[in-house]
Each structure stands twice: as C-alpha cells, then as structure tokens.
C-alpha cells in the first residue's frame, strides 16, 4: 500500500510552495490559462465562445481548424469564419443545429444544463480547397444566473463519420445519448455504446501500434480470435477499419 511518504515523492523539493501573494492568487480567476495549457498538450483544436461578446475568446494554434489562417485571424473573423470555410449545406446545417441545440437547452432544467455537451460532424474547407470531415463538441464553461450559456469551450477532431450531421446531445454521468433526426426532425433517446473488455484492450493496444499478432500475444488470444473481437467492434461502432474505430472511441470517450 502507497504511504502518504511515498506519494510526497512525486512532489519535487525544488517546486515546494509555502504561500502566495495576492496577485498569485488572482491567477485562479483567469479560467483561461488552464485552457491554453490543455490546448497545448493536445493534438484537437481548441477554440472559445463569449455568447456576451458574440465571438471568439480564444482560439489554439492548431492547423487543423484554422484553414490556413492564424490562430489570431480567426479569433478576430469569431462567426465570419465560418461563412467563409464551411460550405452552404453544411453552414445550413450549423445554423439548424444552433437552433434545435438551444430548443433543447431552453426545456433542460437551469441546475443541470452545465452538464450537457453537444456533439456534431460537419465539412471545412482547408486552404487546398479540399473538404475535411471534422467533429466538433460544444460544452459550457460559464452560465448566467439565469442558465443562459455565457461562455463555452470546443474541441475539434477529425470525424470517424461518413457525412456531416450525426447530432448527439448527453449529459455528464448519464448512459443516455439524445440524437436528432435531421430526416424525421425530431430527437431520439438510446443508450450509449459500451466495450466489452476484450474490446478495450484491442482498441488500447491498437493505438499504440499493436498488429493483430502482437495483440494476440500480448492478451494471450489467437489471431483470429483477436480478428474475430475485431469484427464485433467495428459491426458495434459501425466503422469499416480500426482506425475509425480508434478515432470513434477518442471522440466518444470508450477508451
């Protein structure tokens, strides 16, 4: 059993902090800073909503939601980006999200609405001119005293999917996923997806590089009983090869 002596060890002697001034202290309401520090050590993007100011707050240094702008120059276009880098259908498409996000928001009770992330797929048009499939995850940071989202954080990843759309709204702690019917215009409840743990063990192992036959031996398995867990994951996932299984499971969390 770990020691309280043995978990001080991994507190350096030189980092040892014995107070605080004031204006260290003021630090912690620069909510800010822990984001830029995430957005460096991450390879998704990293971009800020001011719902007050109607655009961007912060913007991370990664090419791949920038289409060949500058972190600086889309923090200053905010909304404008998007009509500029998102093709008509799928700037159609935002906007409707927008608005059946916020229908959903409106009828959540003001205590839980924190806790809800909505999640959505659309197309960006690099500075090629080609278009990227990307996911993007919207979440409040800060609400009003009457639950309106005042500030909130997204983070942009390529799409596992095969077109835009695939909106799905879950709250933090529930196993519940509400998905929206763009055909049927309305929203529908399931359960989300769970792995089995051979399944994460595949997936785990597979994101590091793993082939079949180093999995088989690491999990002590066949190869083609790995193939076989292999094929259940992705008919589960609805992917075609492991590395939509592998970018499915980072964005939804499986793994």
């Known amino acids: 059993m770990m020691t309280d002596q ?5 507190f350096d002697s030189r980092n040892t902090i014995y107070g605080l001034t004031d204006e260290e202290r003021a630090q912690k309401f620069d909510y800010l800073e822990p984001i830029k520090a995430f957005a460096r050590a991450t390879y998704t993007s990293i971009y800020v909503i001011d719902y007050l100011e109607q655009g961007f707050e912060f913007v ?4 791949l939601f920038l289409c060949g702008n500058t972190a600086q120059q889309v923090l200053e276009m905010g909304y404008a980006f998007y009509f500029k880098h998102v093709p008509p259908a799928d700037l159609e498409l935002l906007l409707k999200i927008n608005s059946i996000g916020f229908d959903f928001y409106e009828k959540t009770p003001v205590q839980d609405r924190i806790l809800y992330t909505i999640s ?4 960006l048009k690099n500075q ?7 996911n993007q995850k919207l979440t409040p940071v800060f609400l009003t005293n009457t639950g309106k989202i005042w500030k909130a954080i997204c983070i942009i990843s390529l799409s596992s999917e095969r077109k835009a759309g695939n909106v799905k709204i879950h709250k933090n702690g529930e196993n519940l996923v509400h998905s929206y019917n763009l055909a049927l215009d309305h929203w529908e409840d399931s359960q989300k997806i769970s792995l089995s743990k051979r399944e994460q063990e595949i997936l785990q192992l597979s994101t590091r590089g793993f082939t079949i036959n180093e999995i088989a031996e690491a999990i002590f398995l066949s190869p083609d009983t790995v193939k076989f ?3 259940k994951l992705f008919e589960k996932l609805e992917v075609t ?7 499915f499971a980072t964005n939804n969390k499986l793994i």
């Open 241 to 247: 090869n492991i590395s939509e299984a592998i970018v």
């Open 229 to 231: 867990h292999r094929k």
């Open 60 to 63: 991370s240094d990664n090419p």
């Open 6 to 10: 043995d978990s001080n060890s991994f």
């Open 128 to 134: 090629e001119g080609k278009l990227i499939l990307i």
């Open 120 to 123: 959505y797929d659309f197309h």
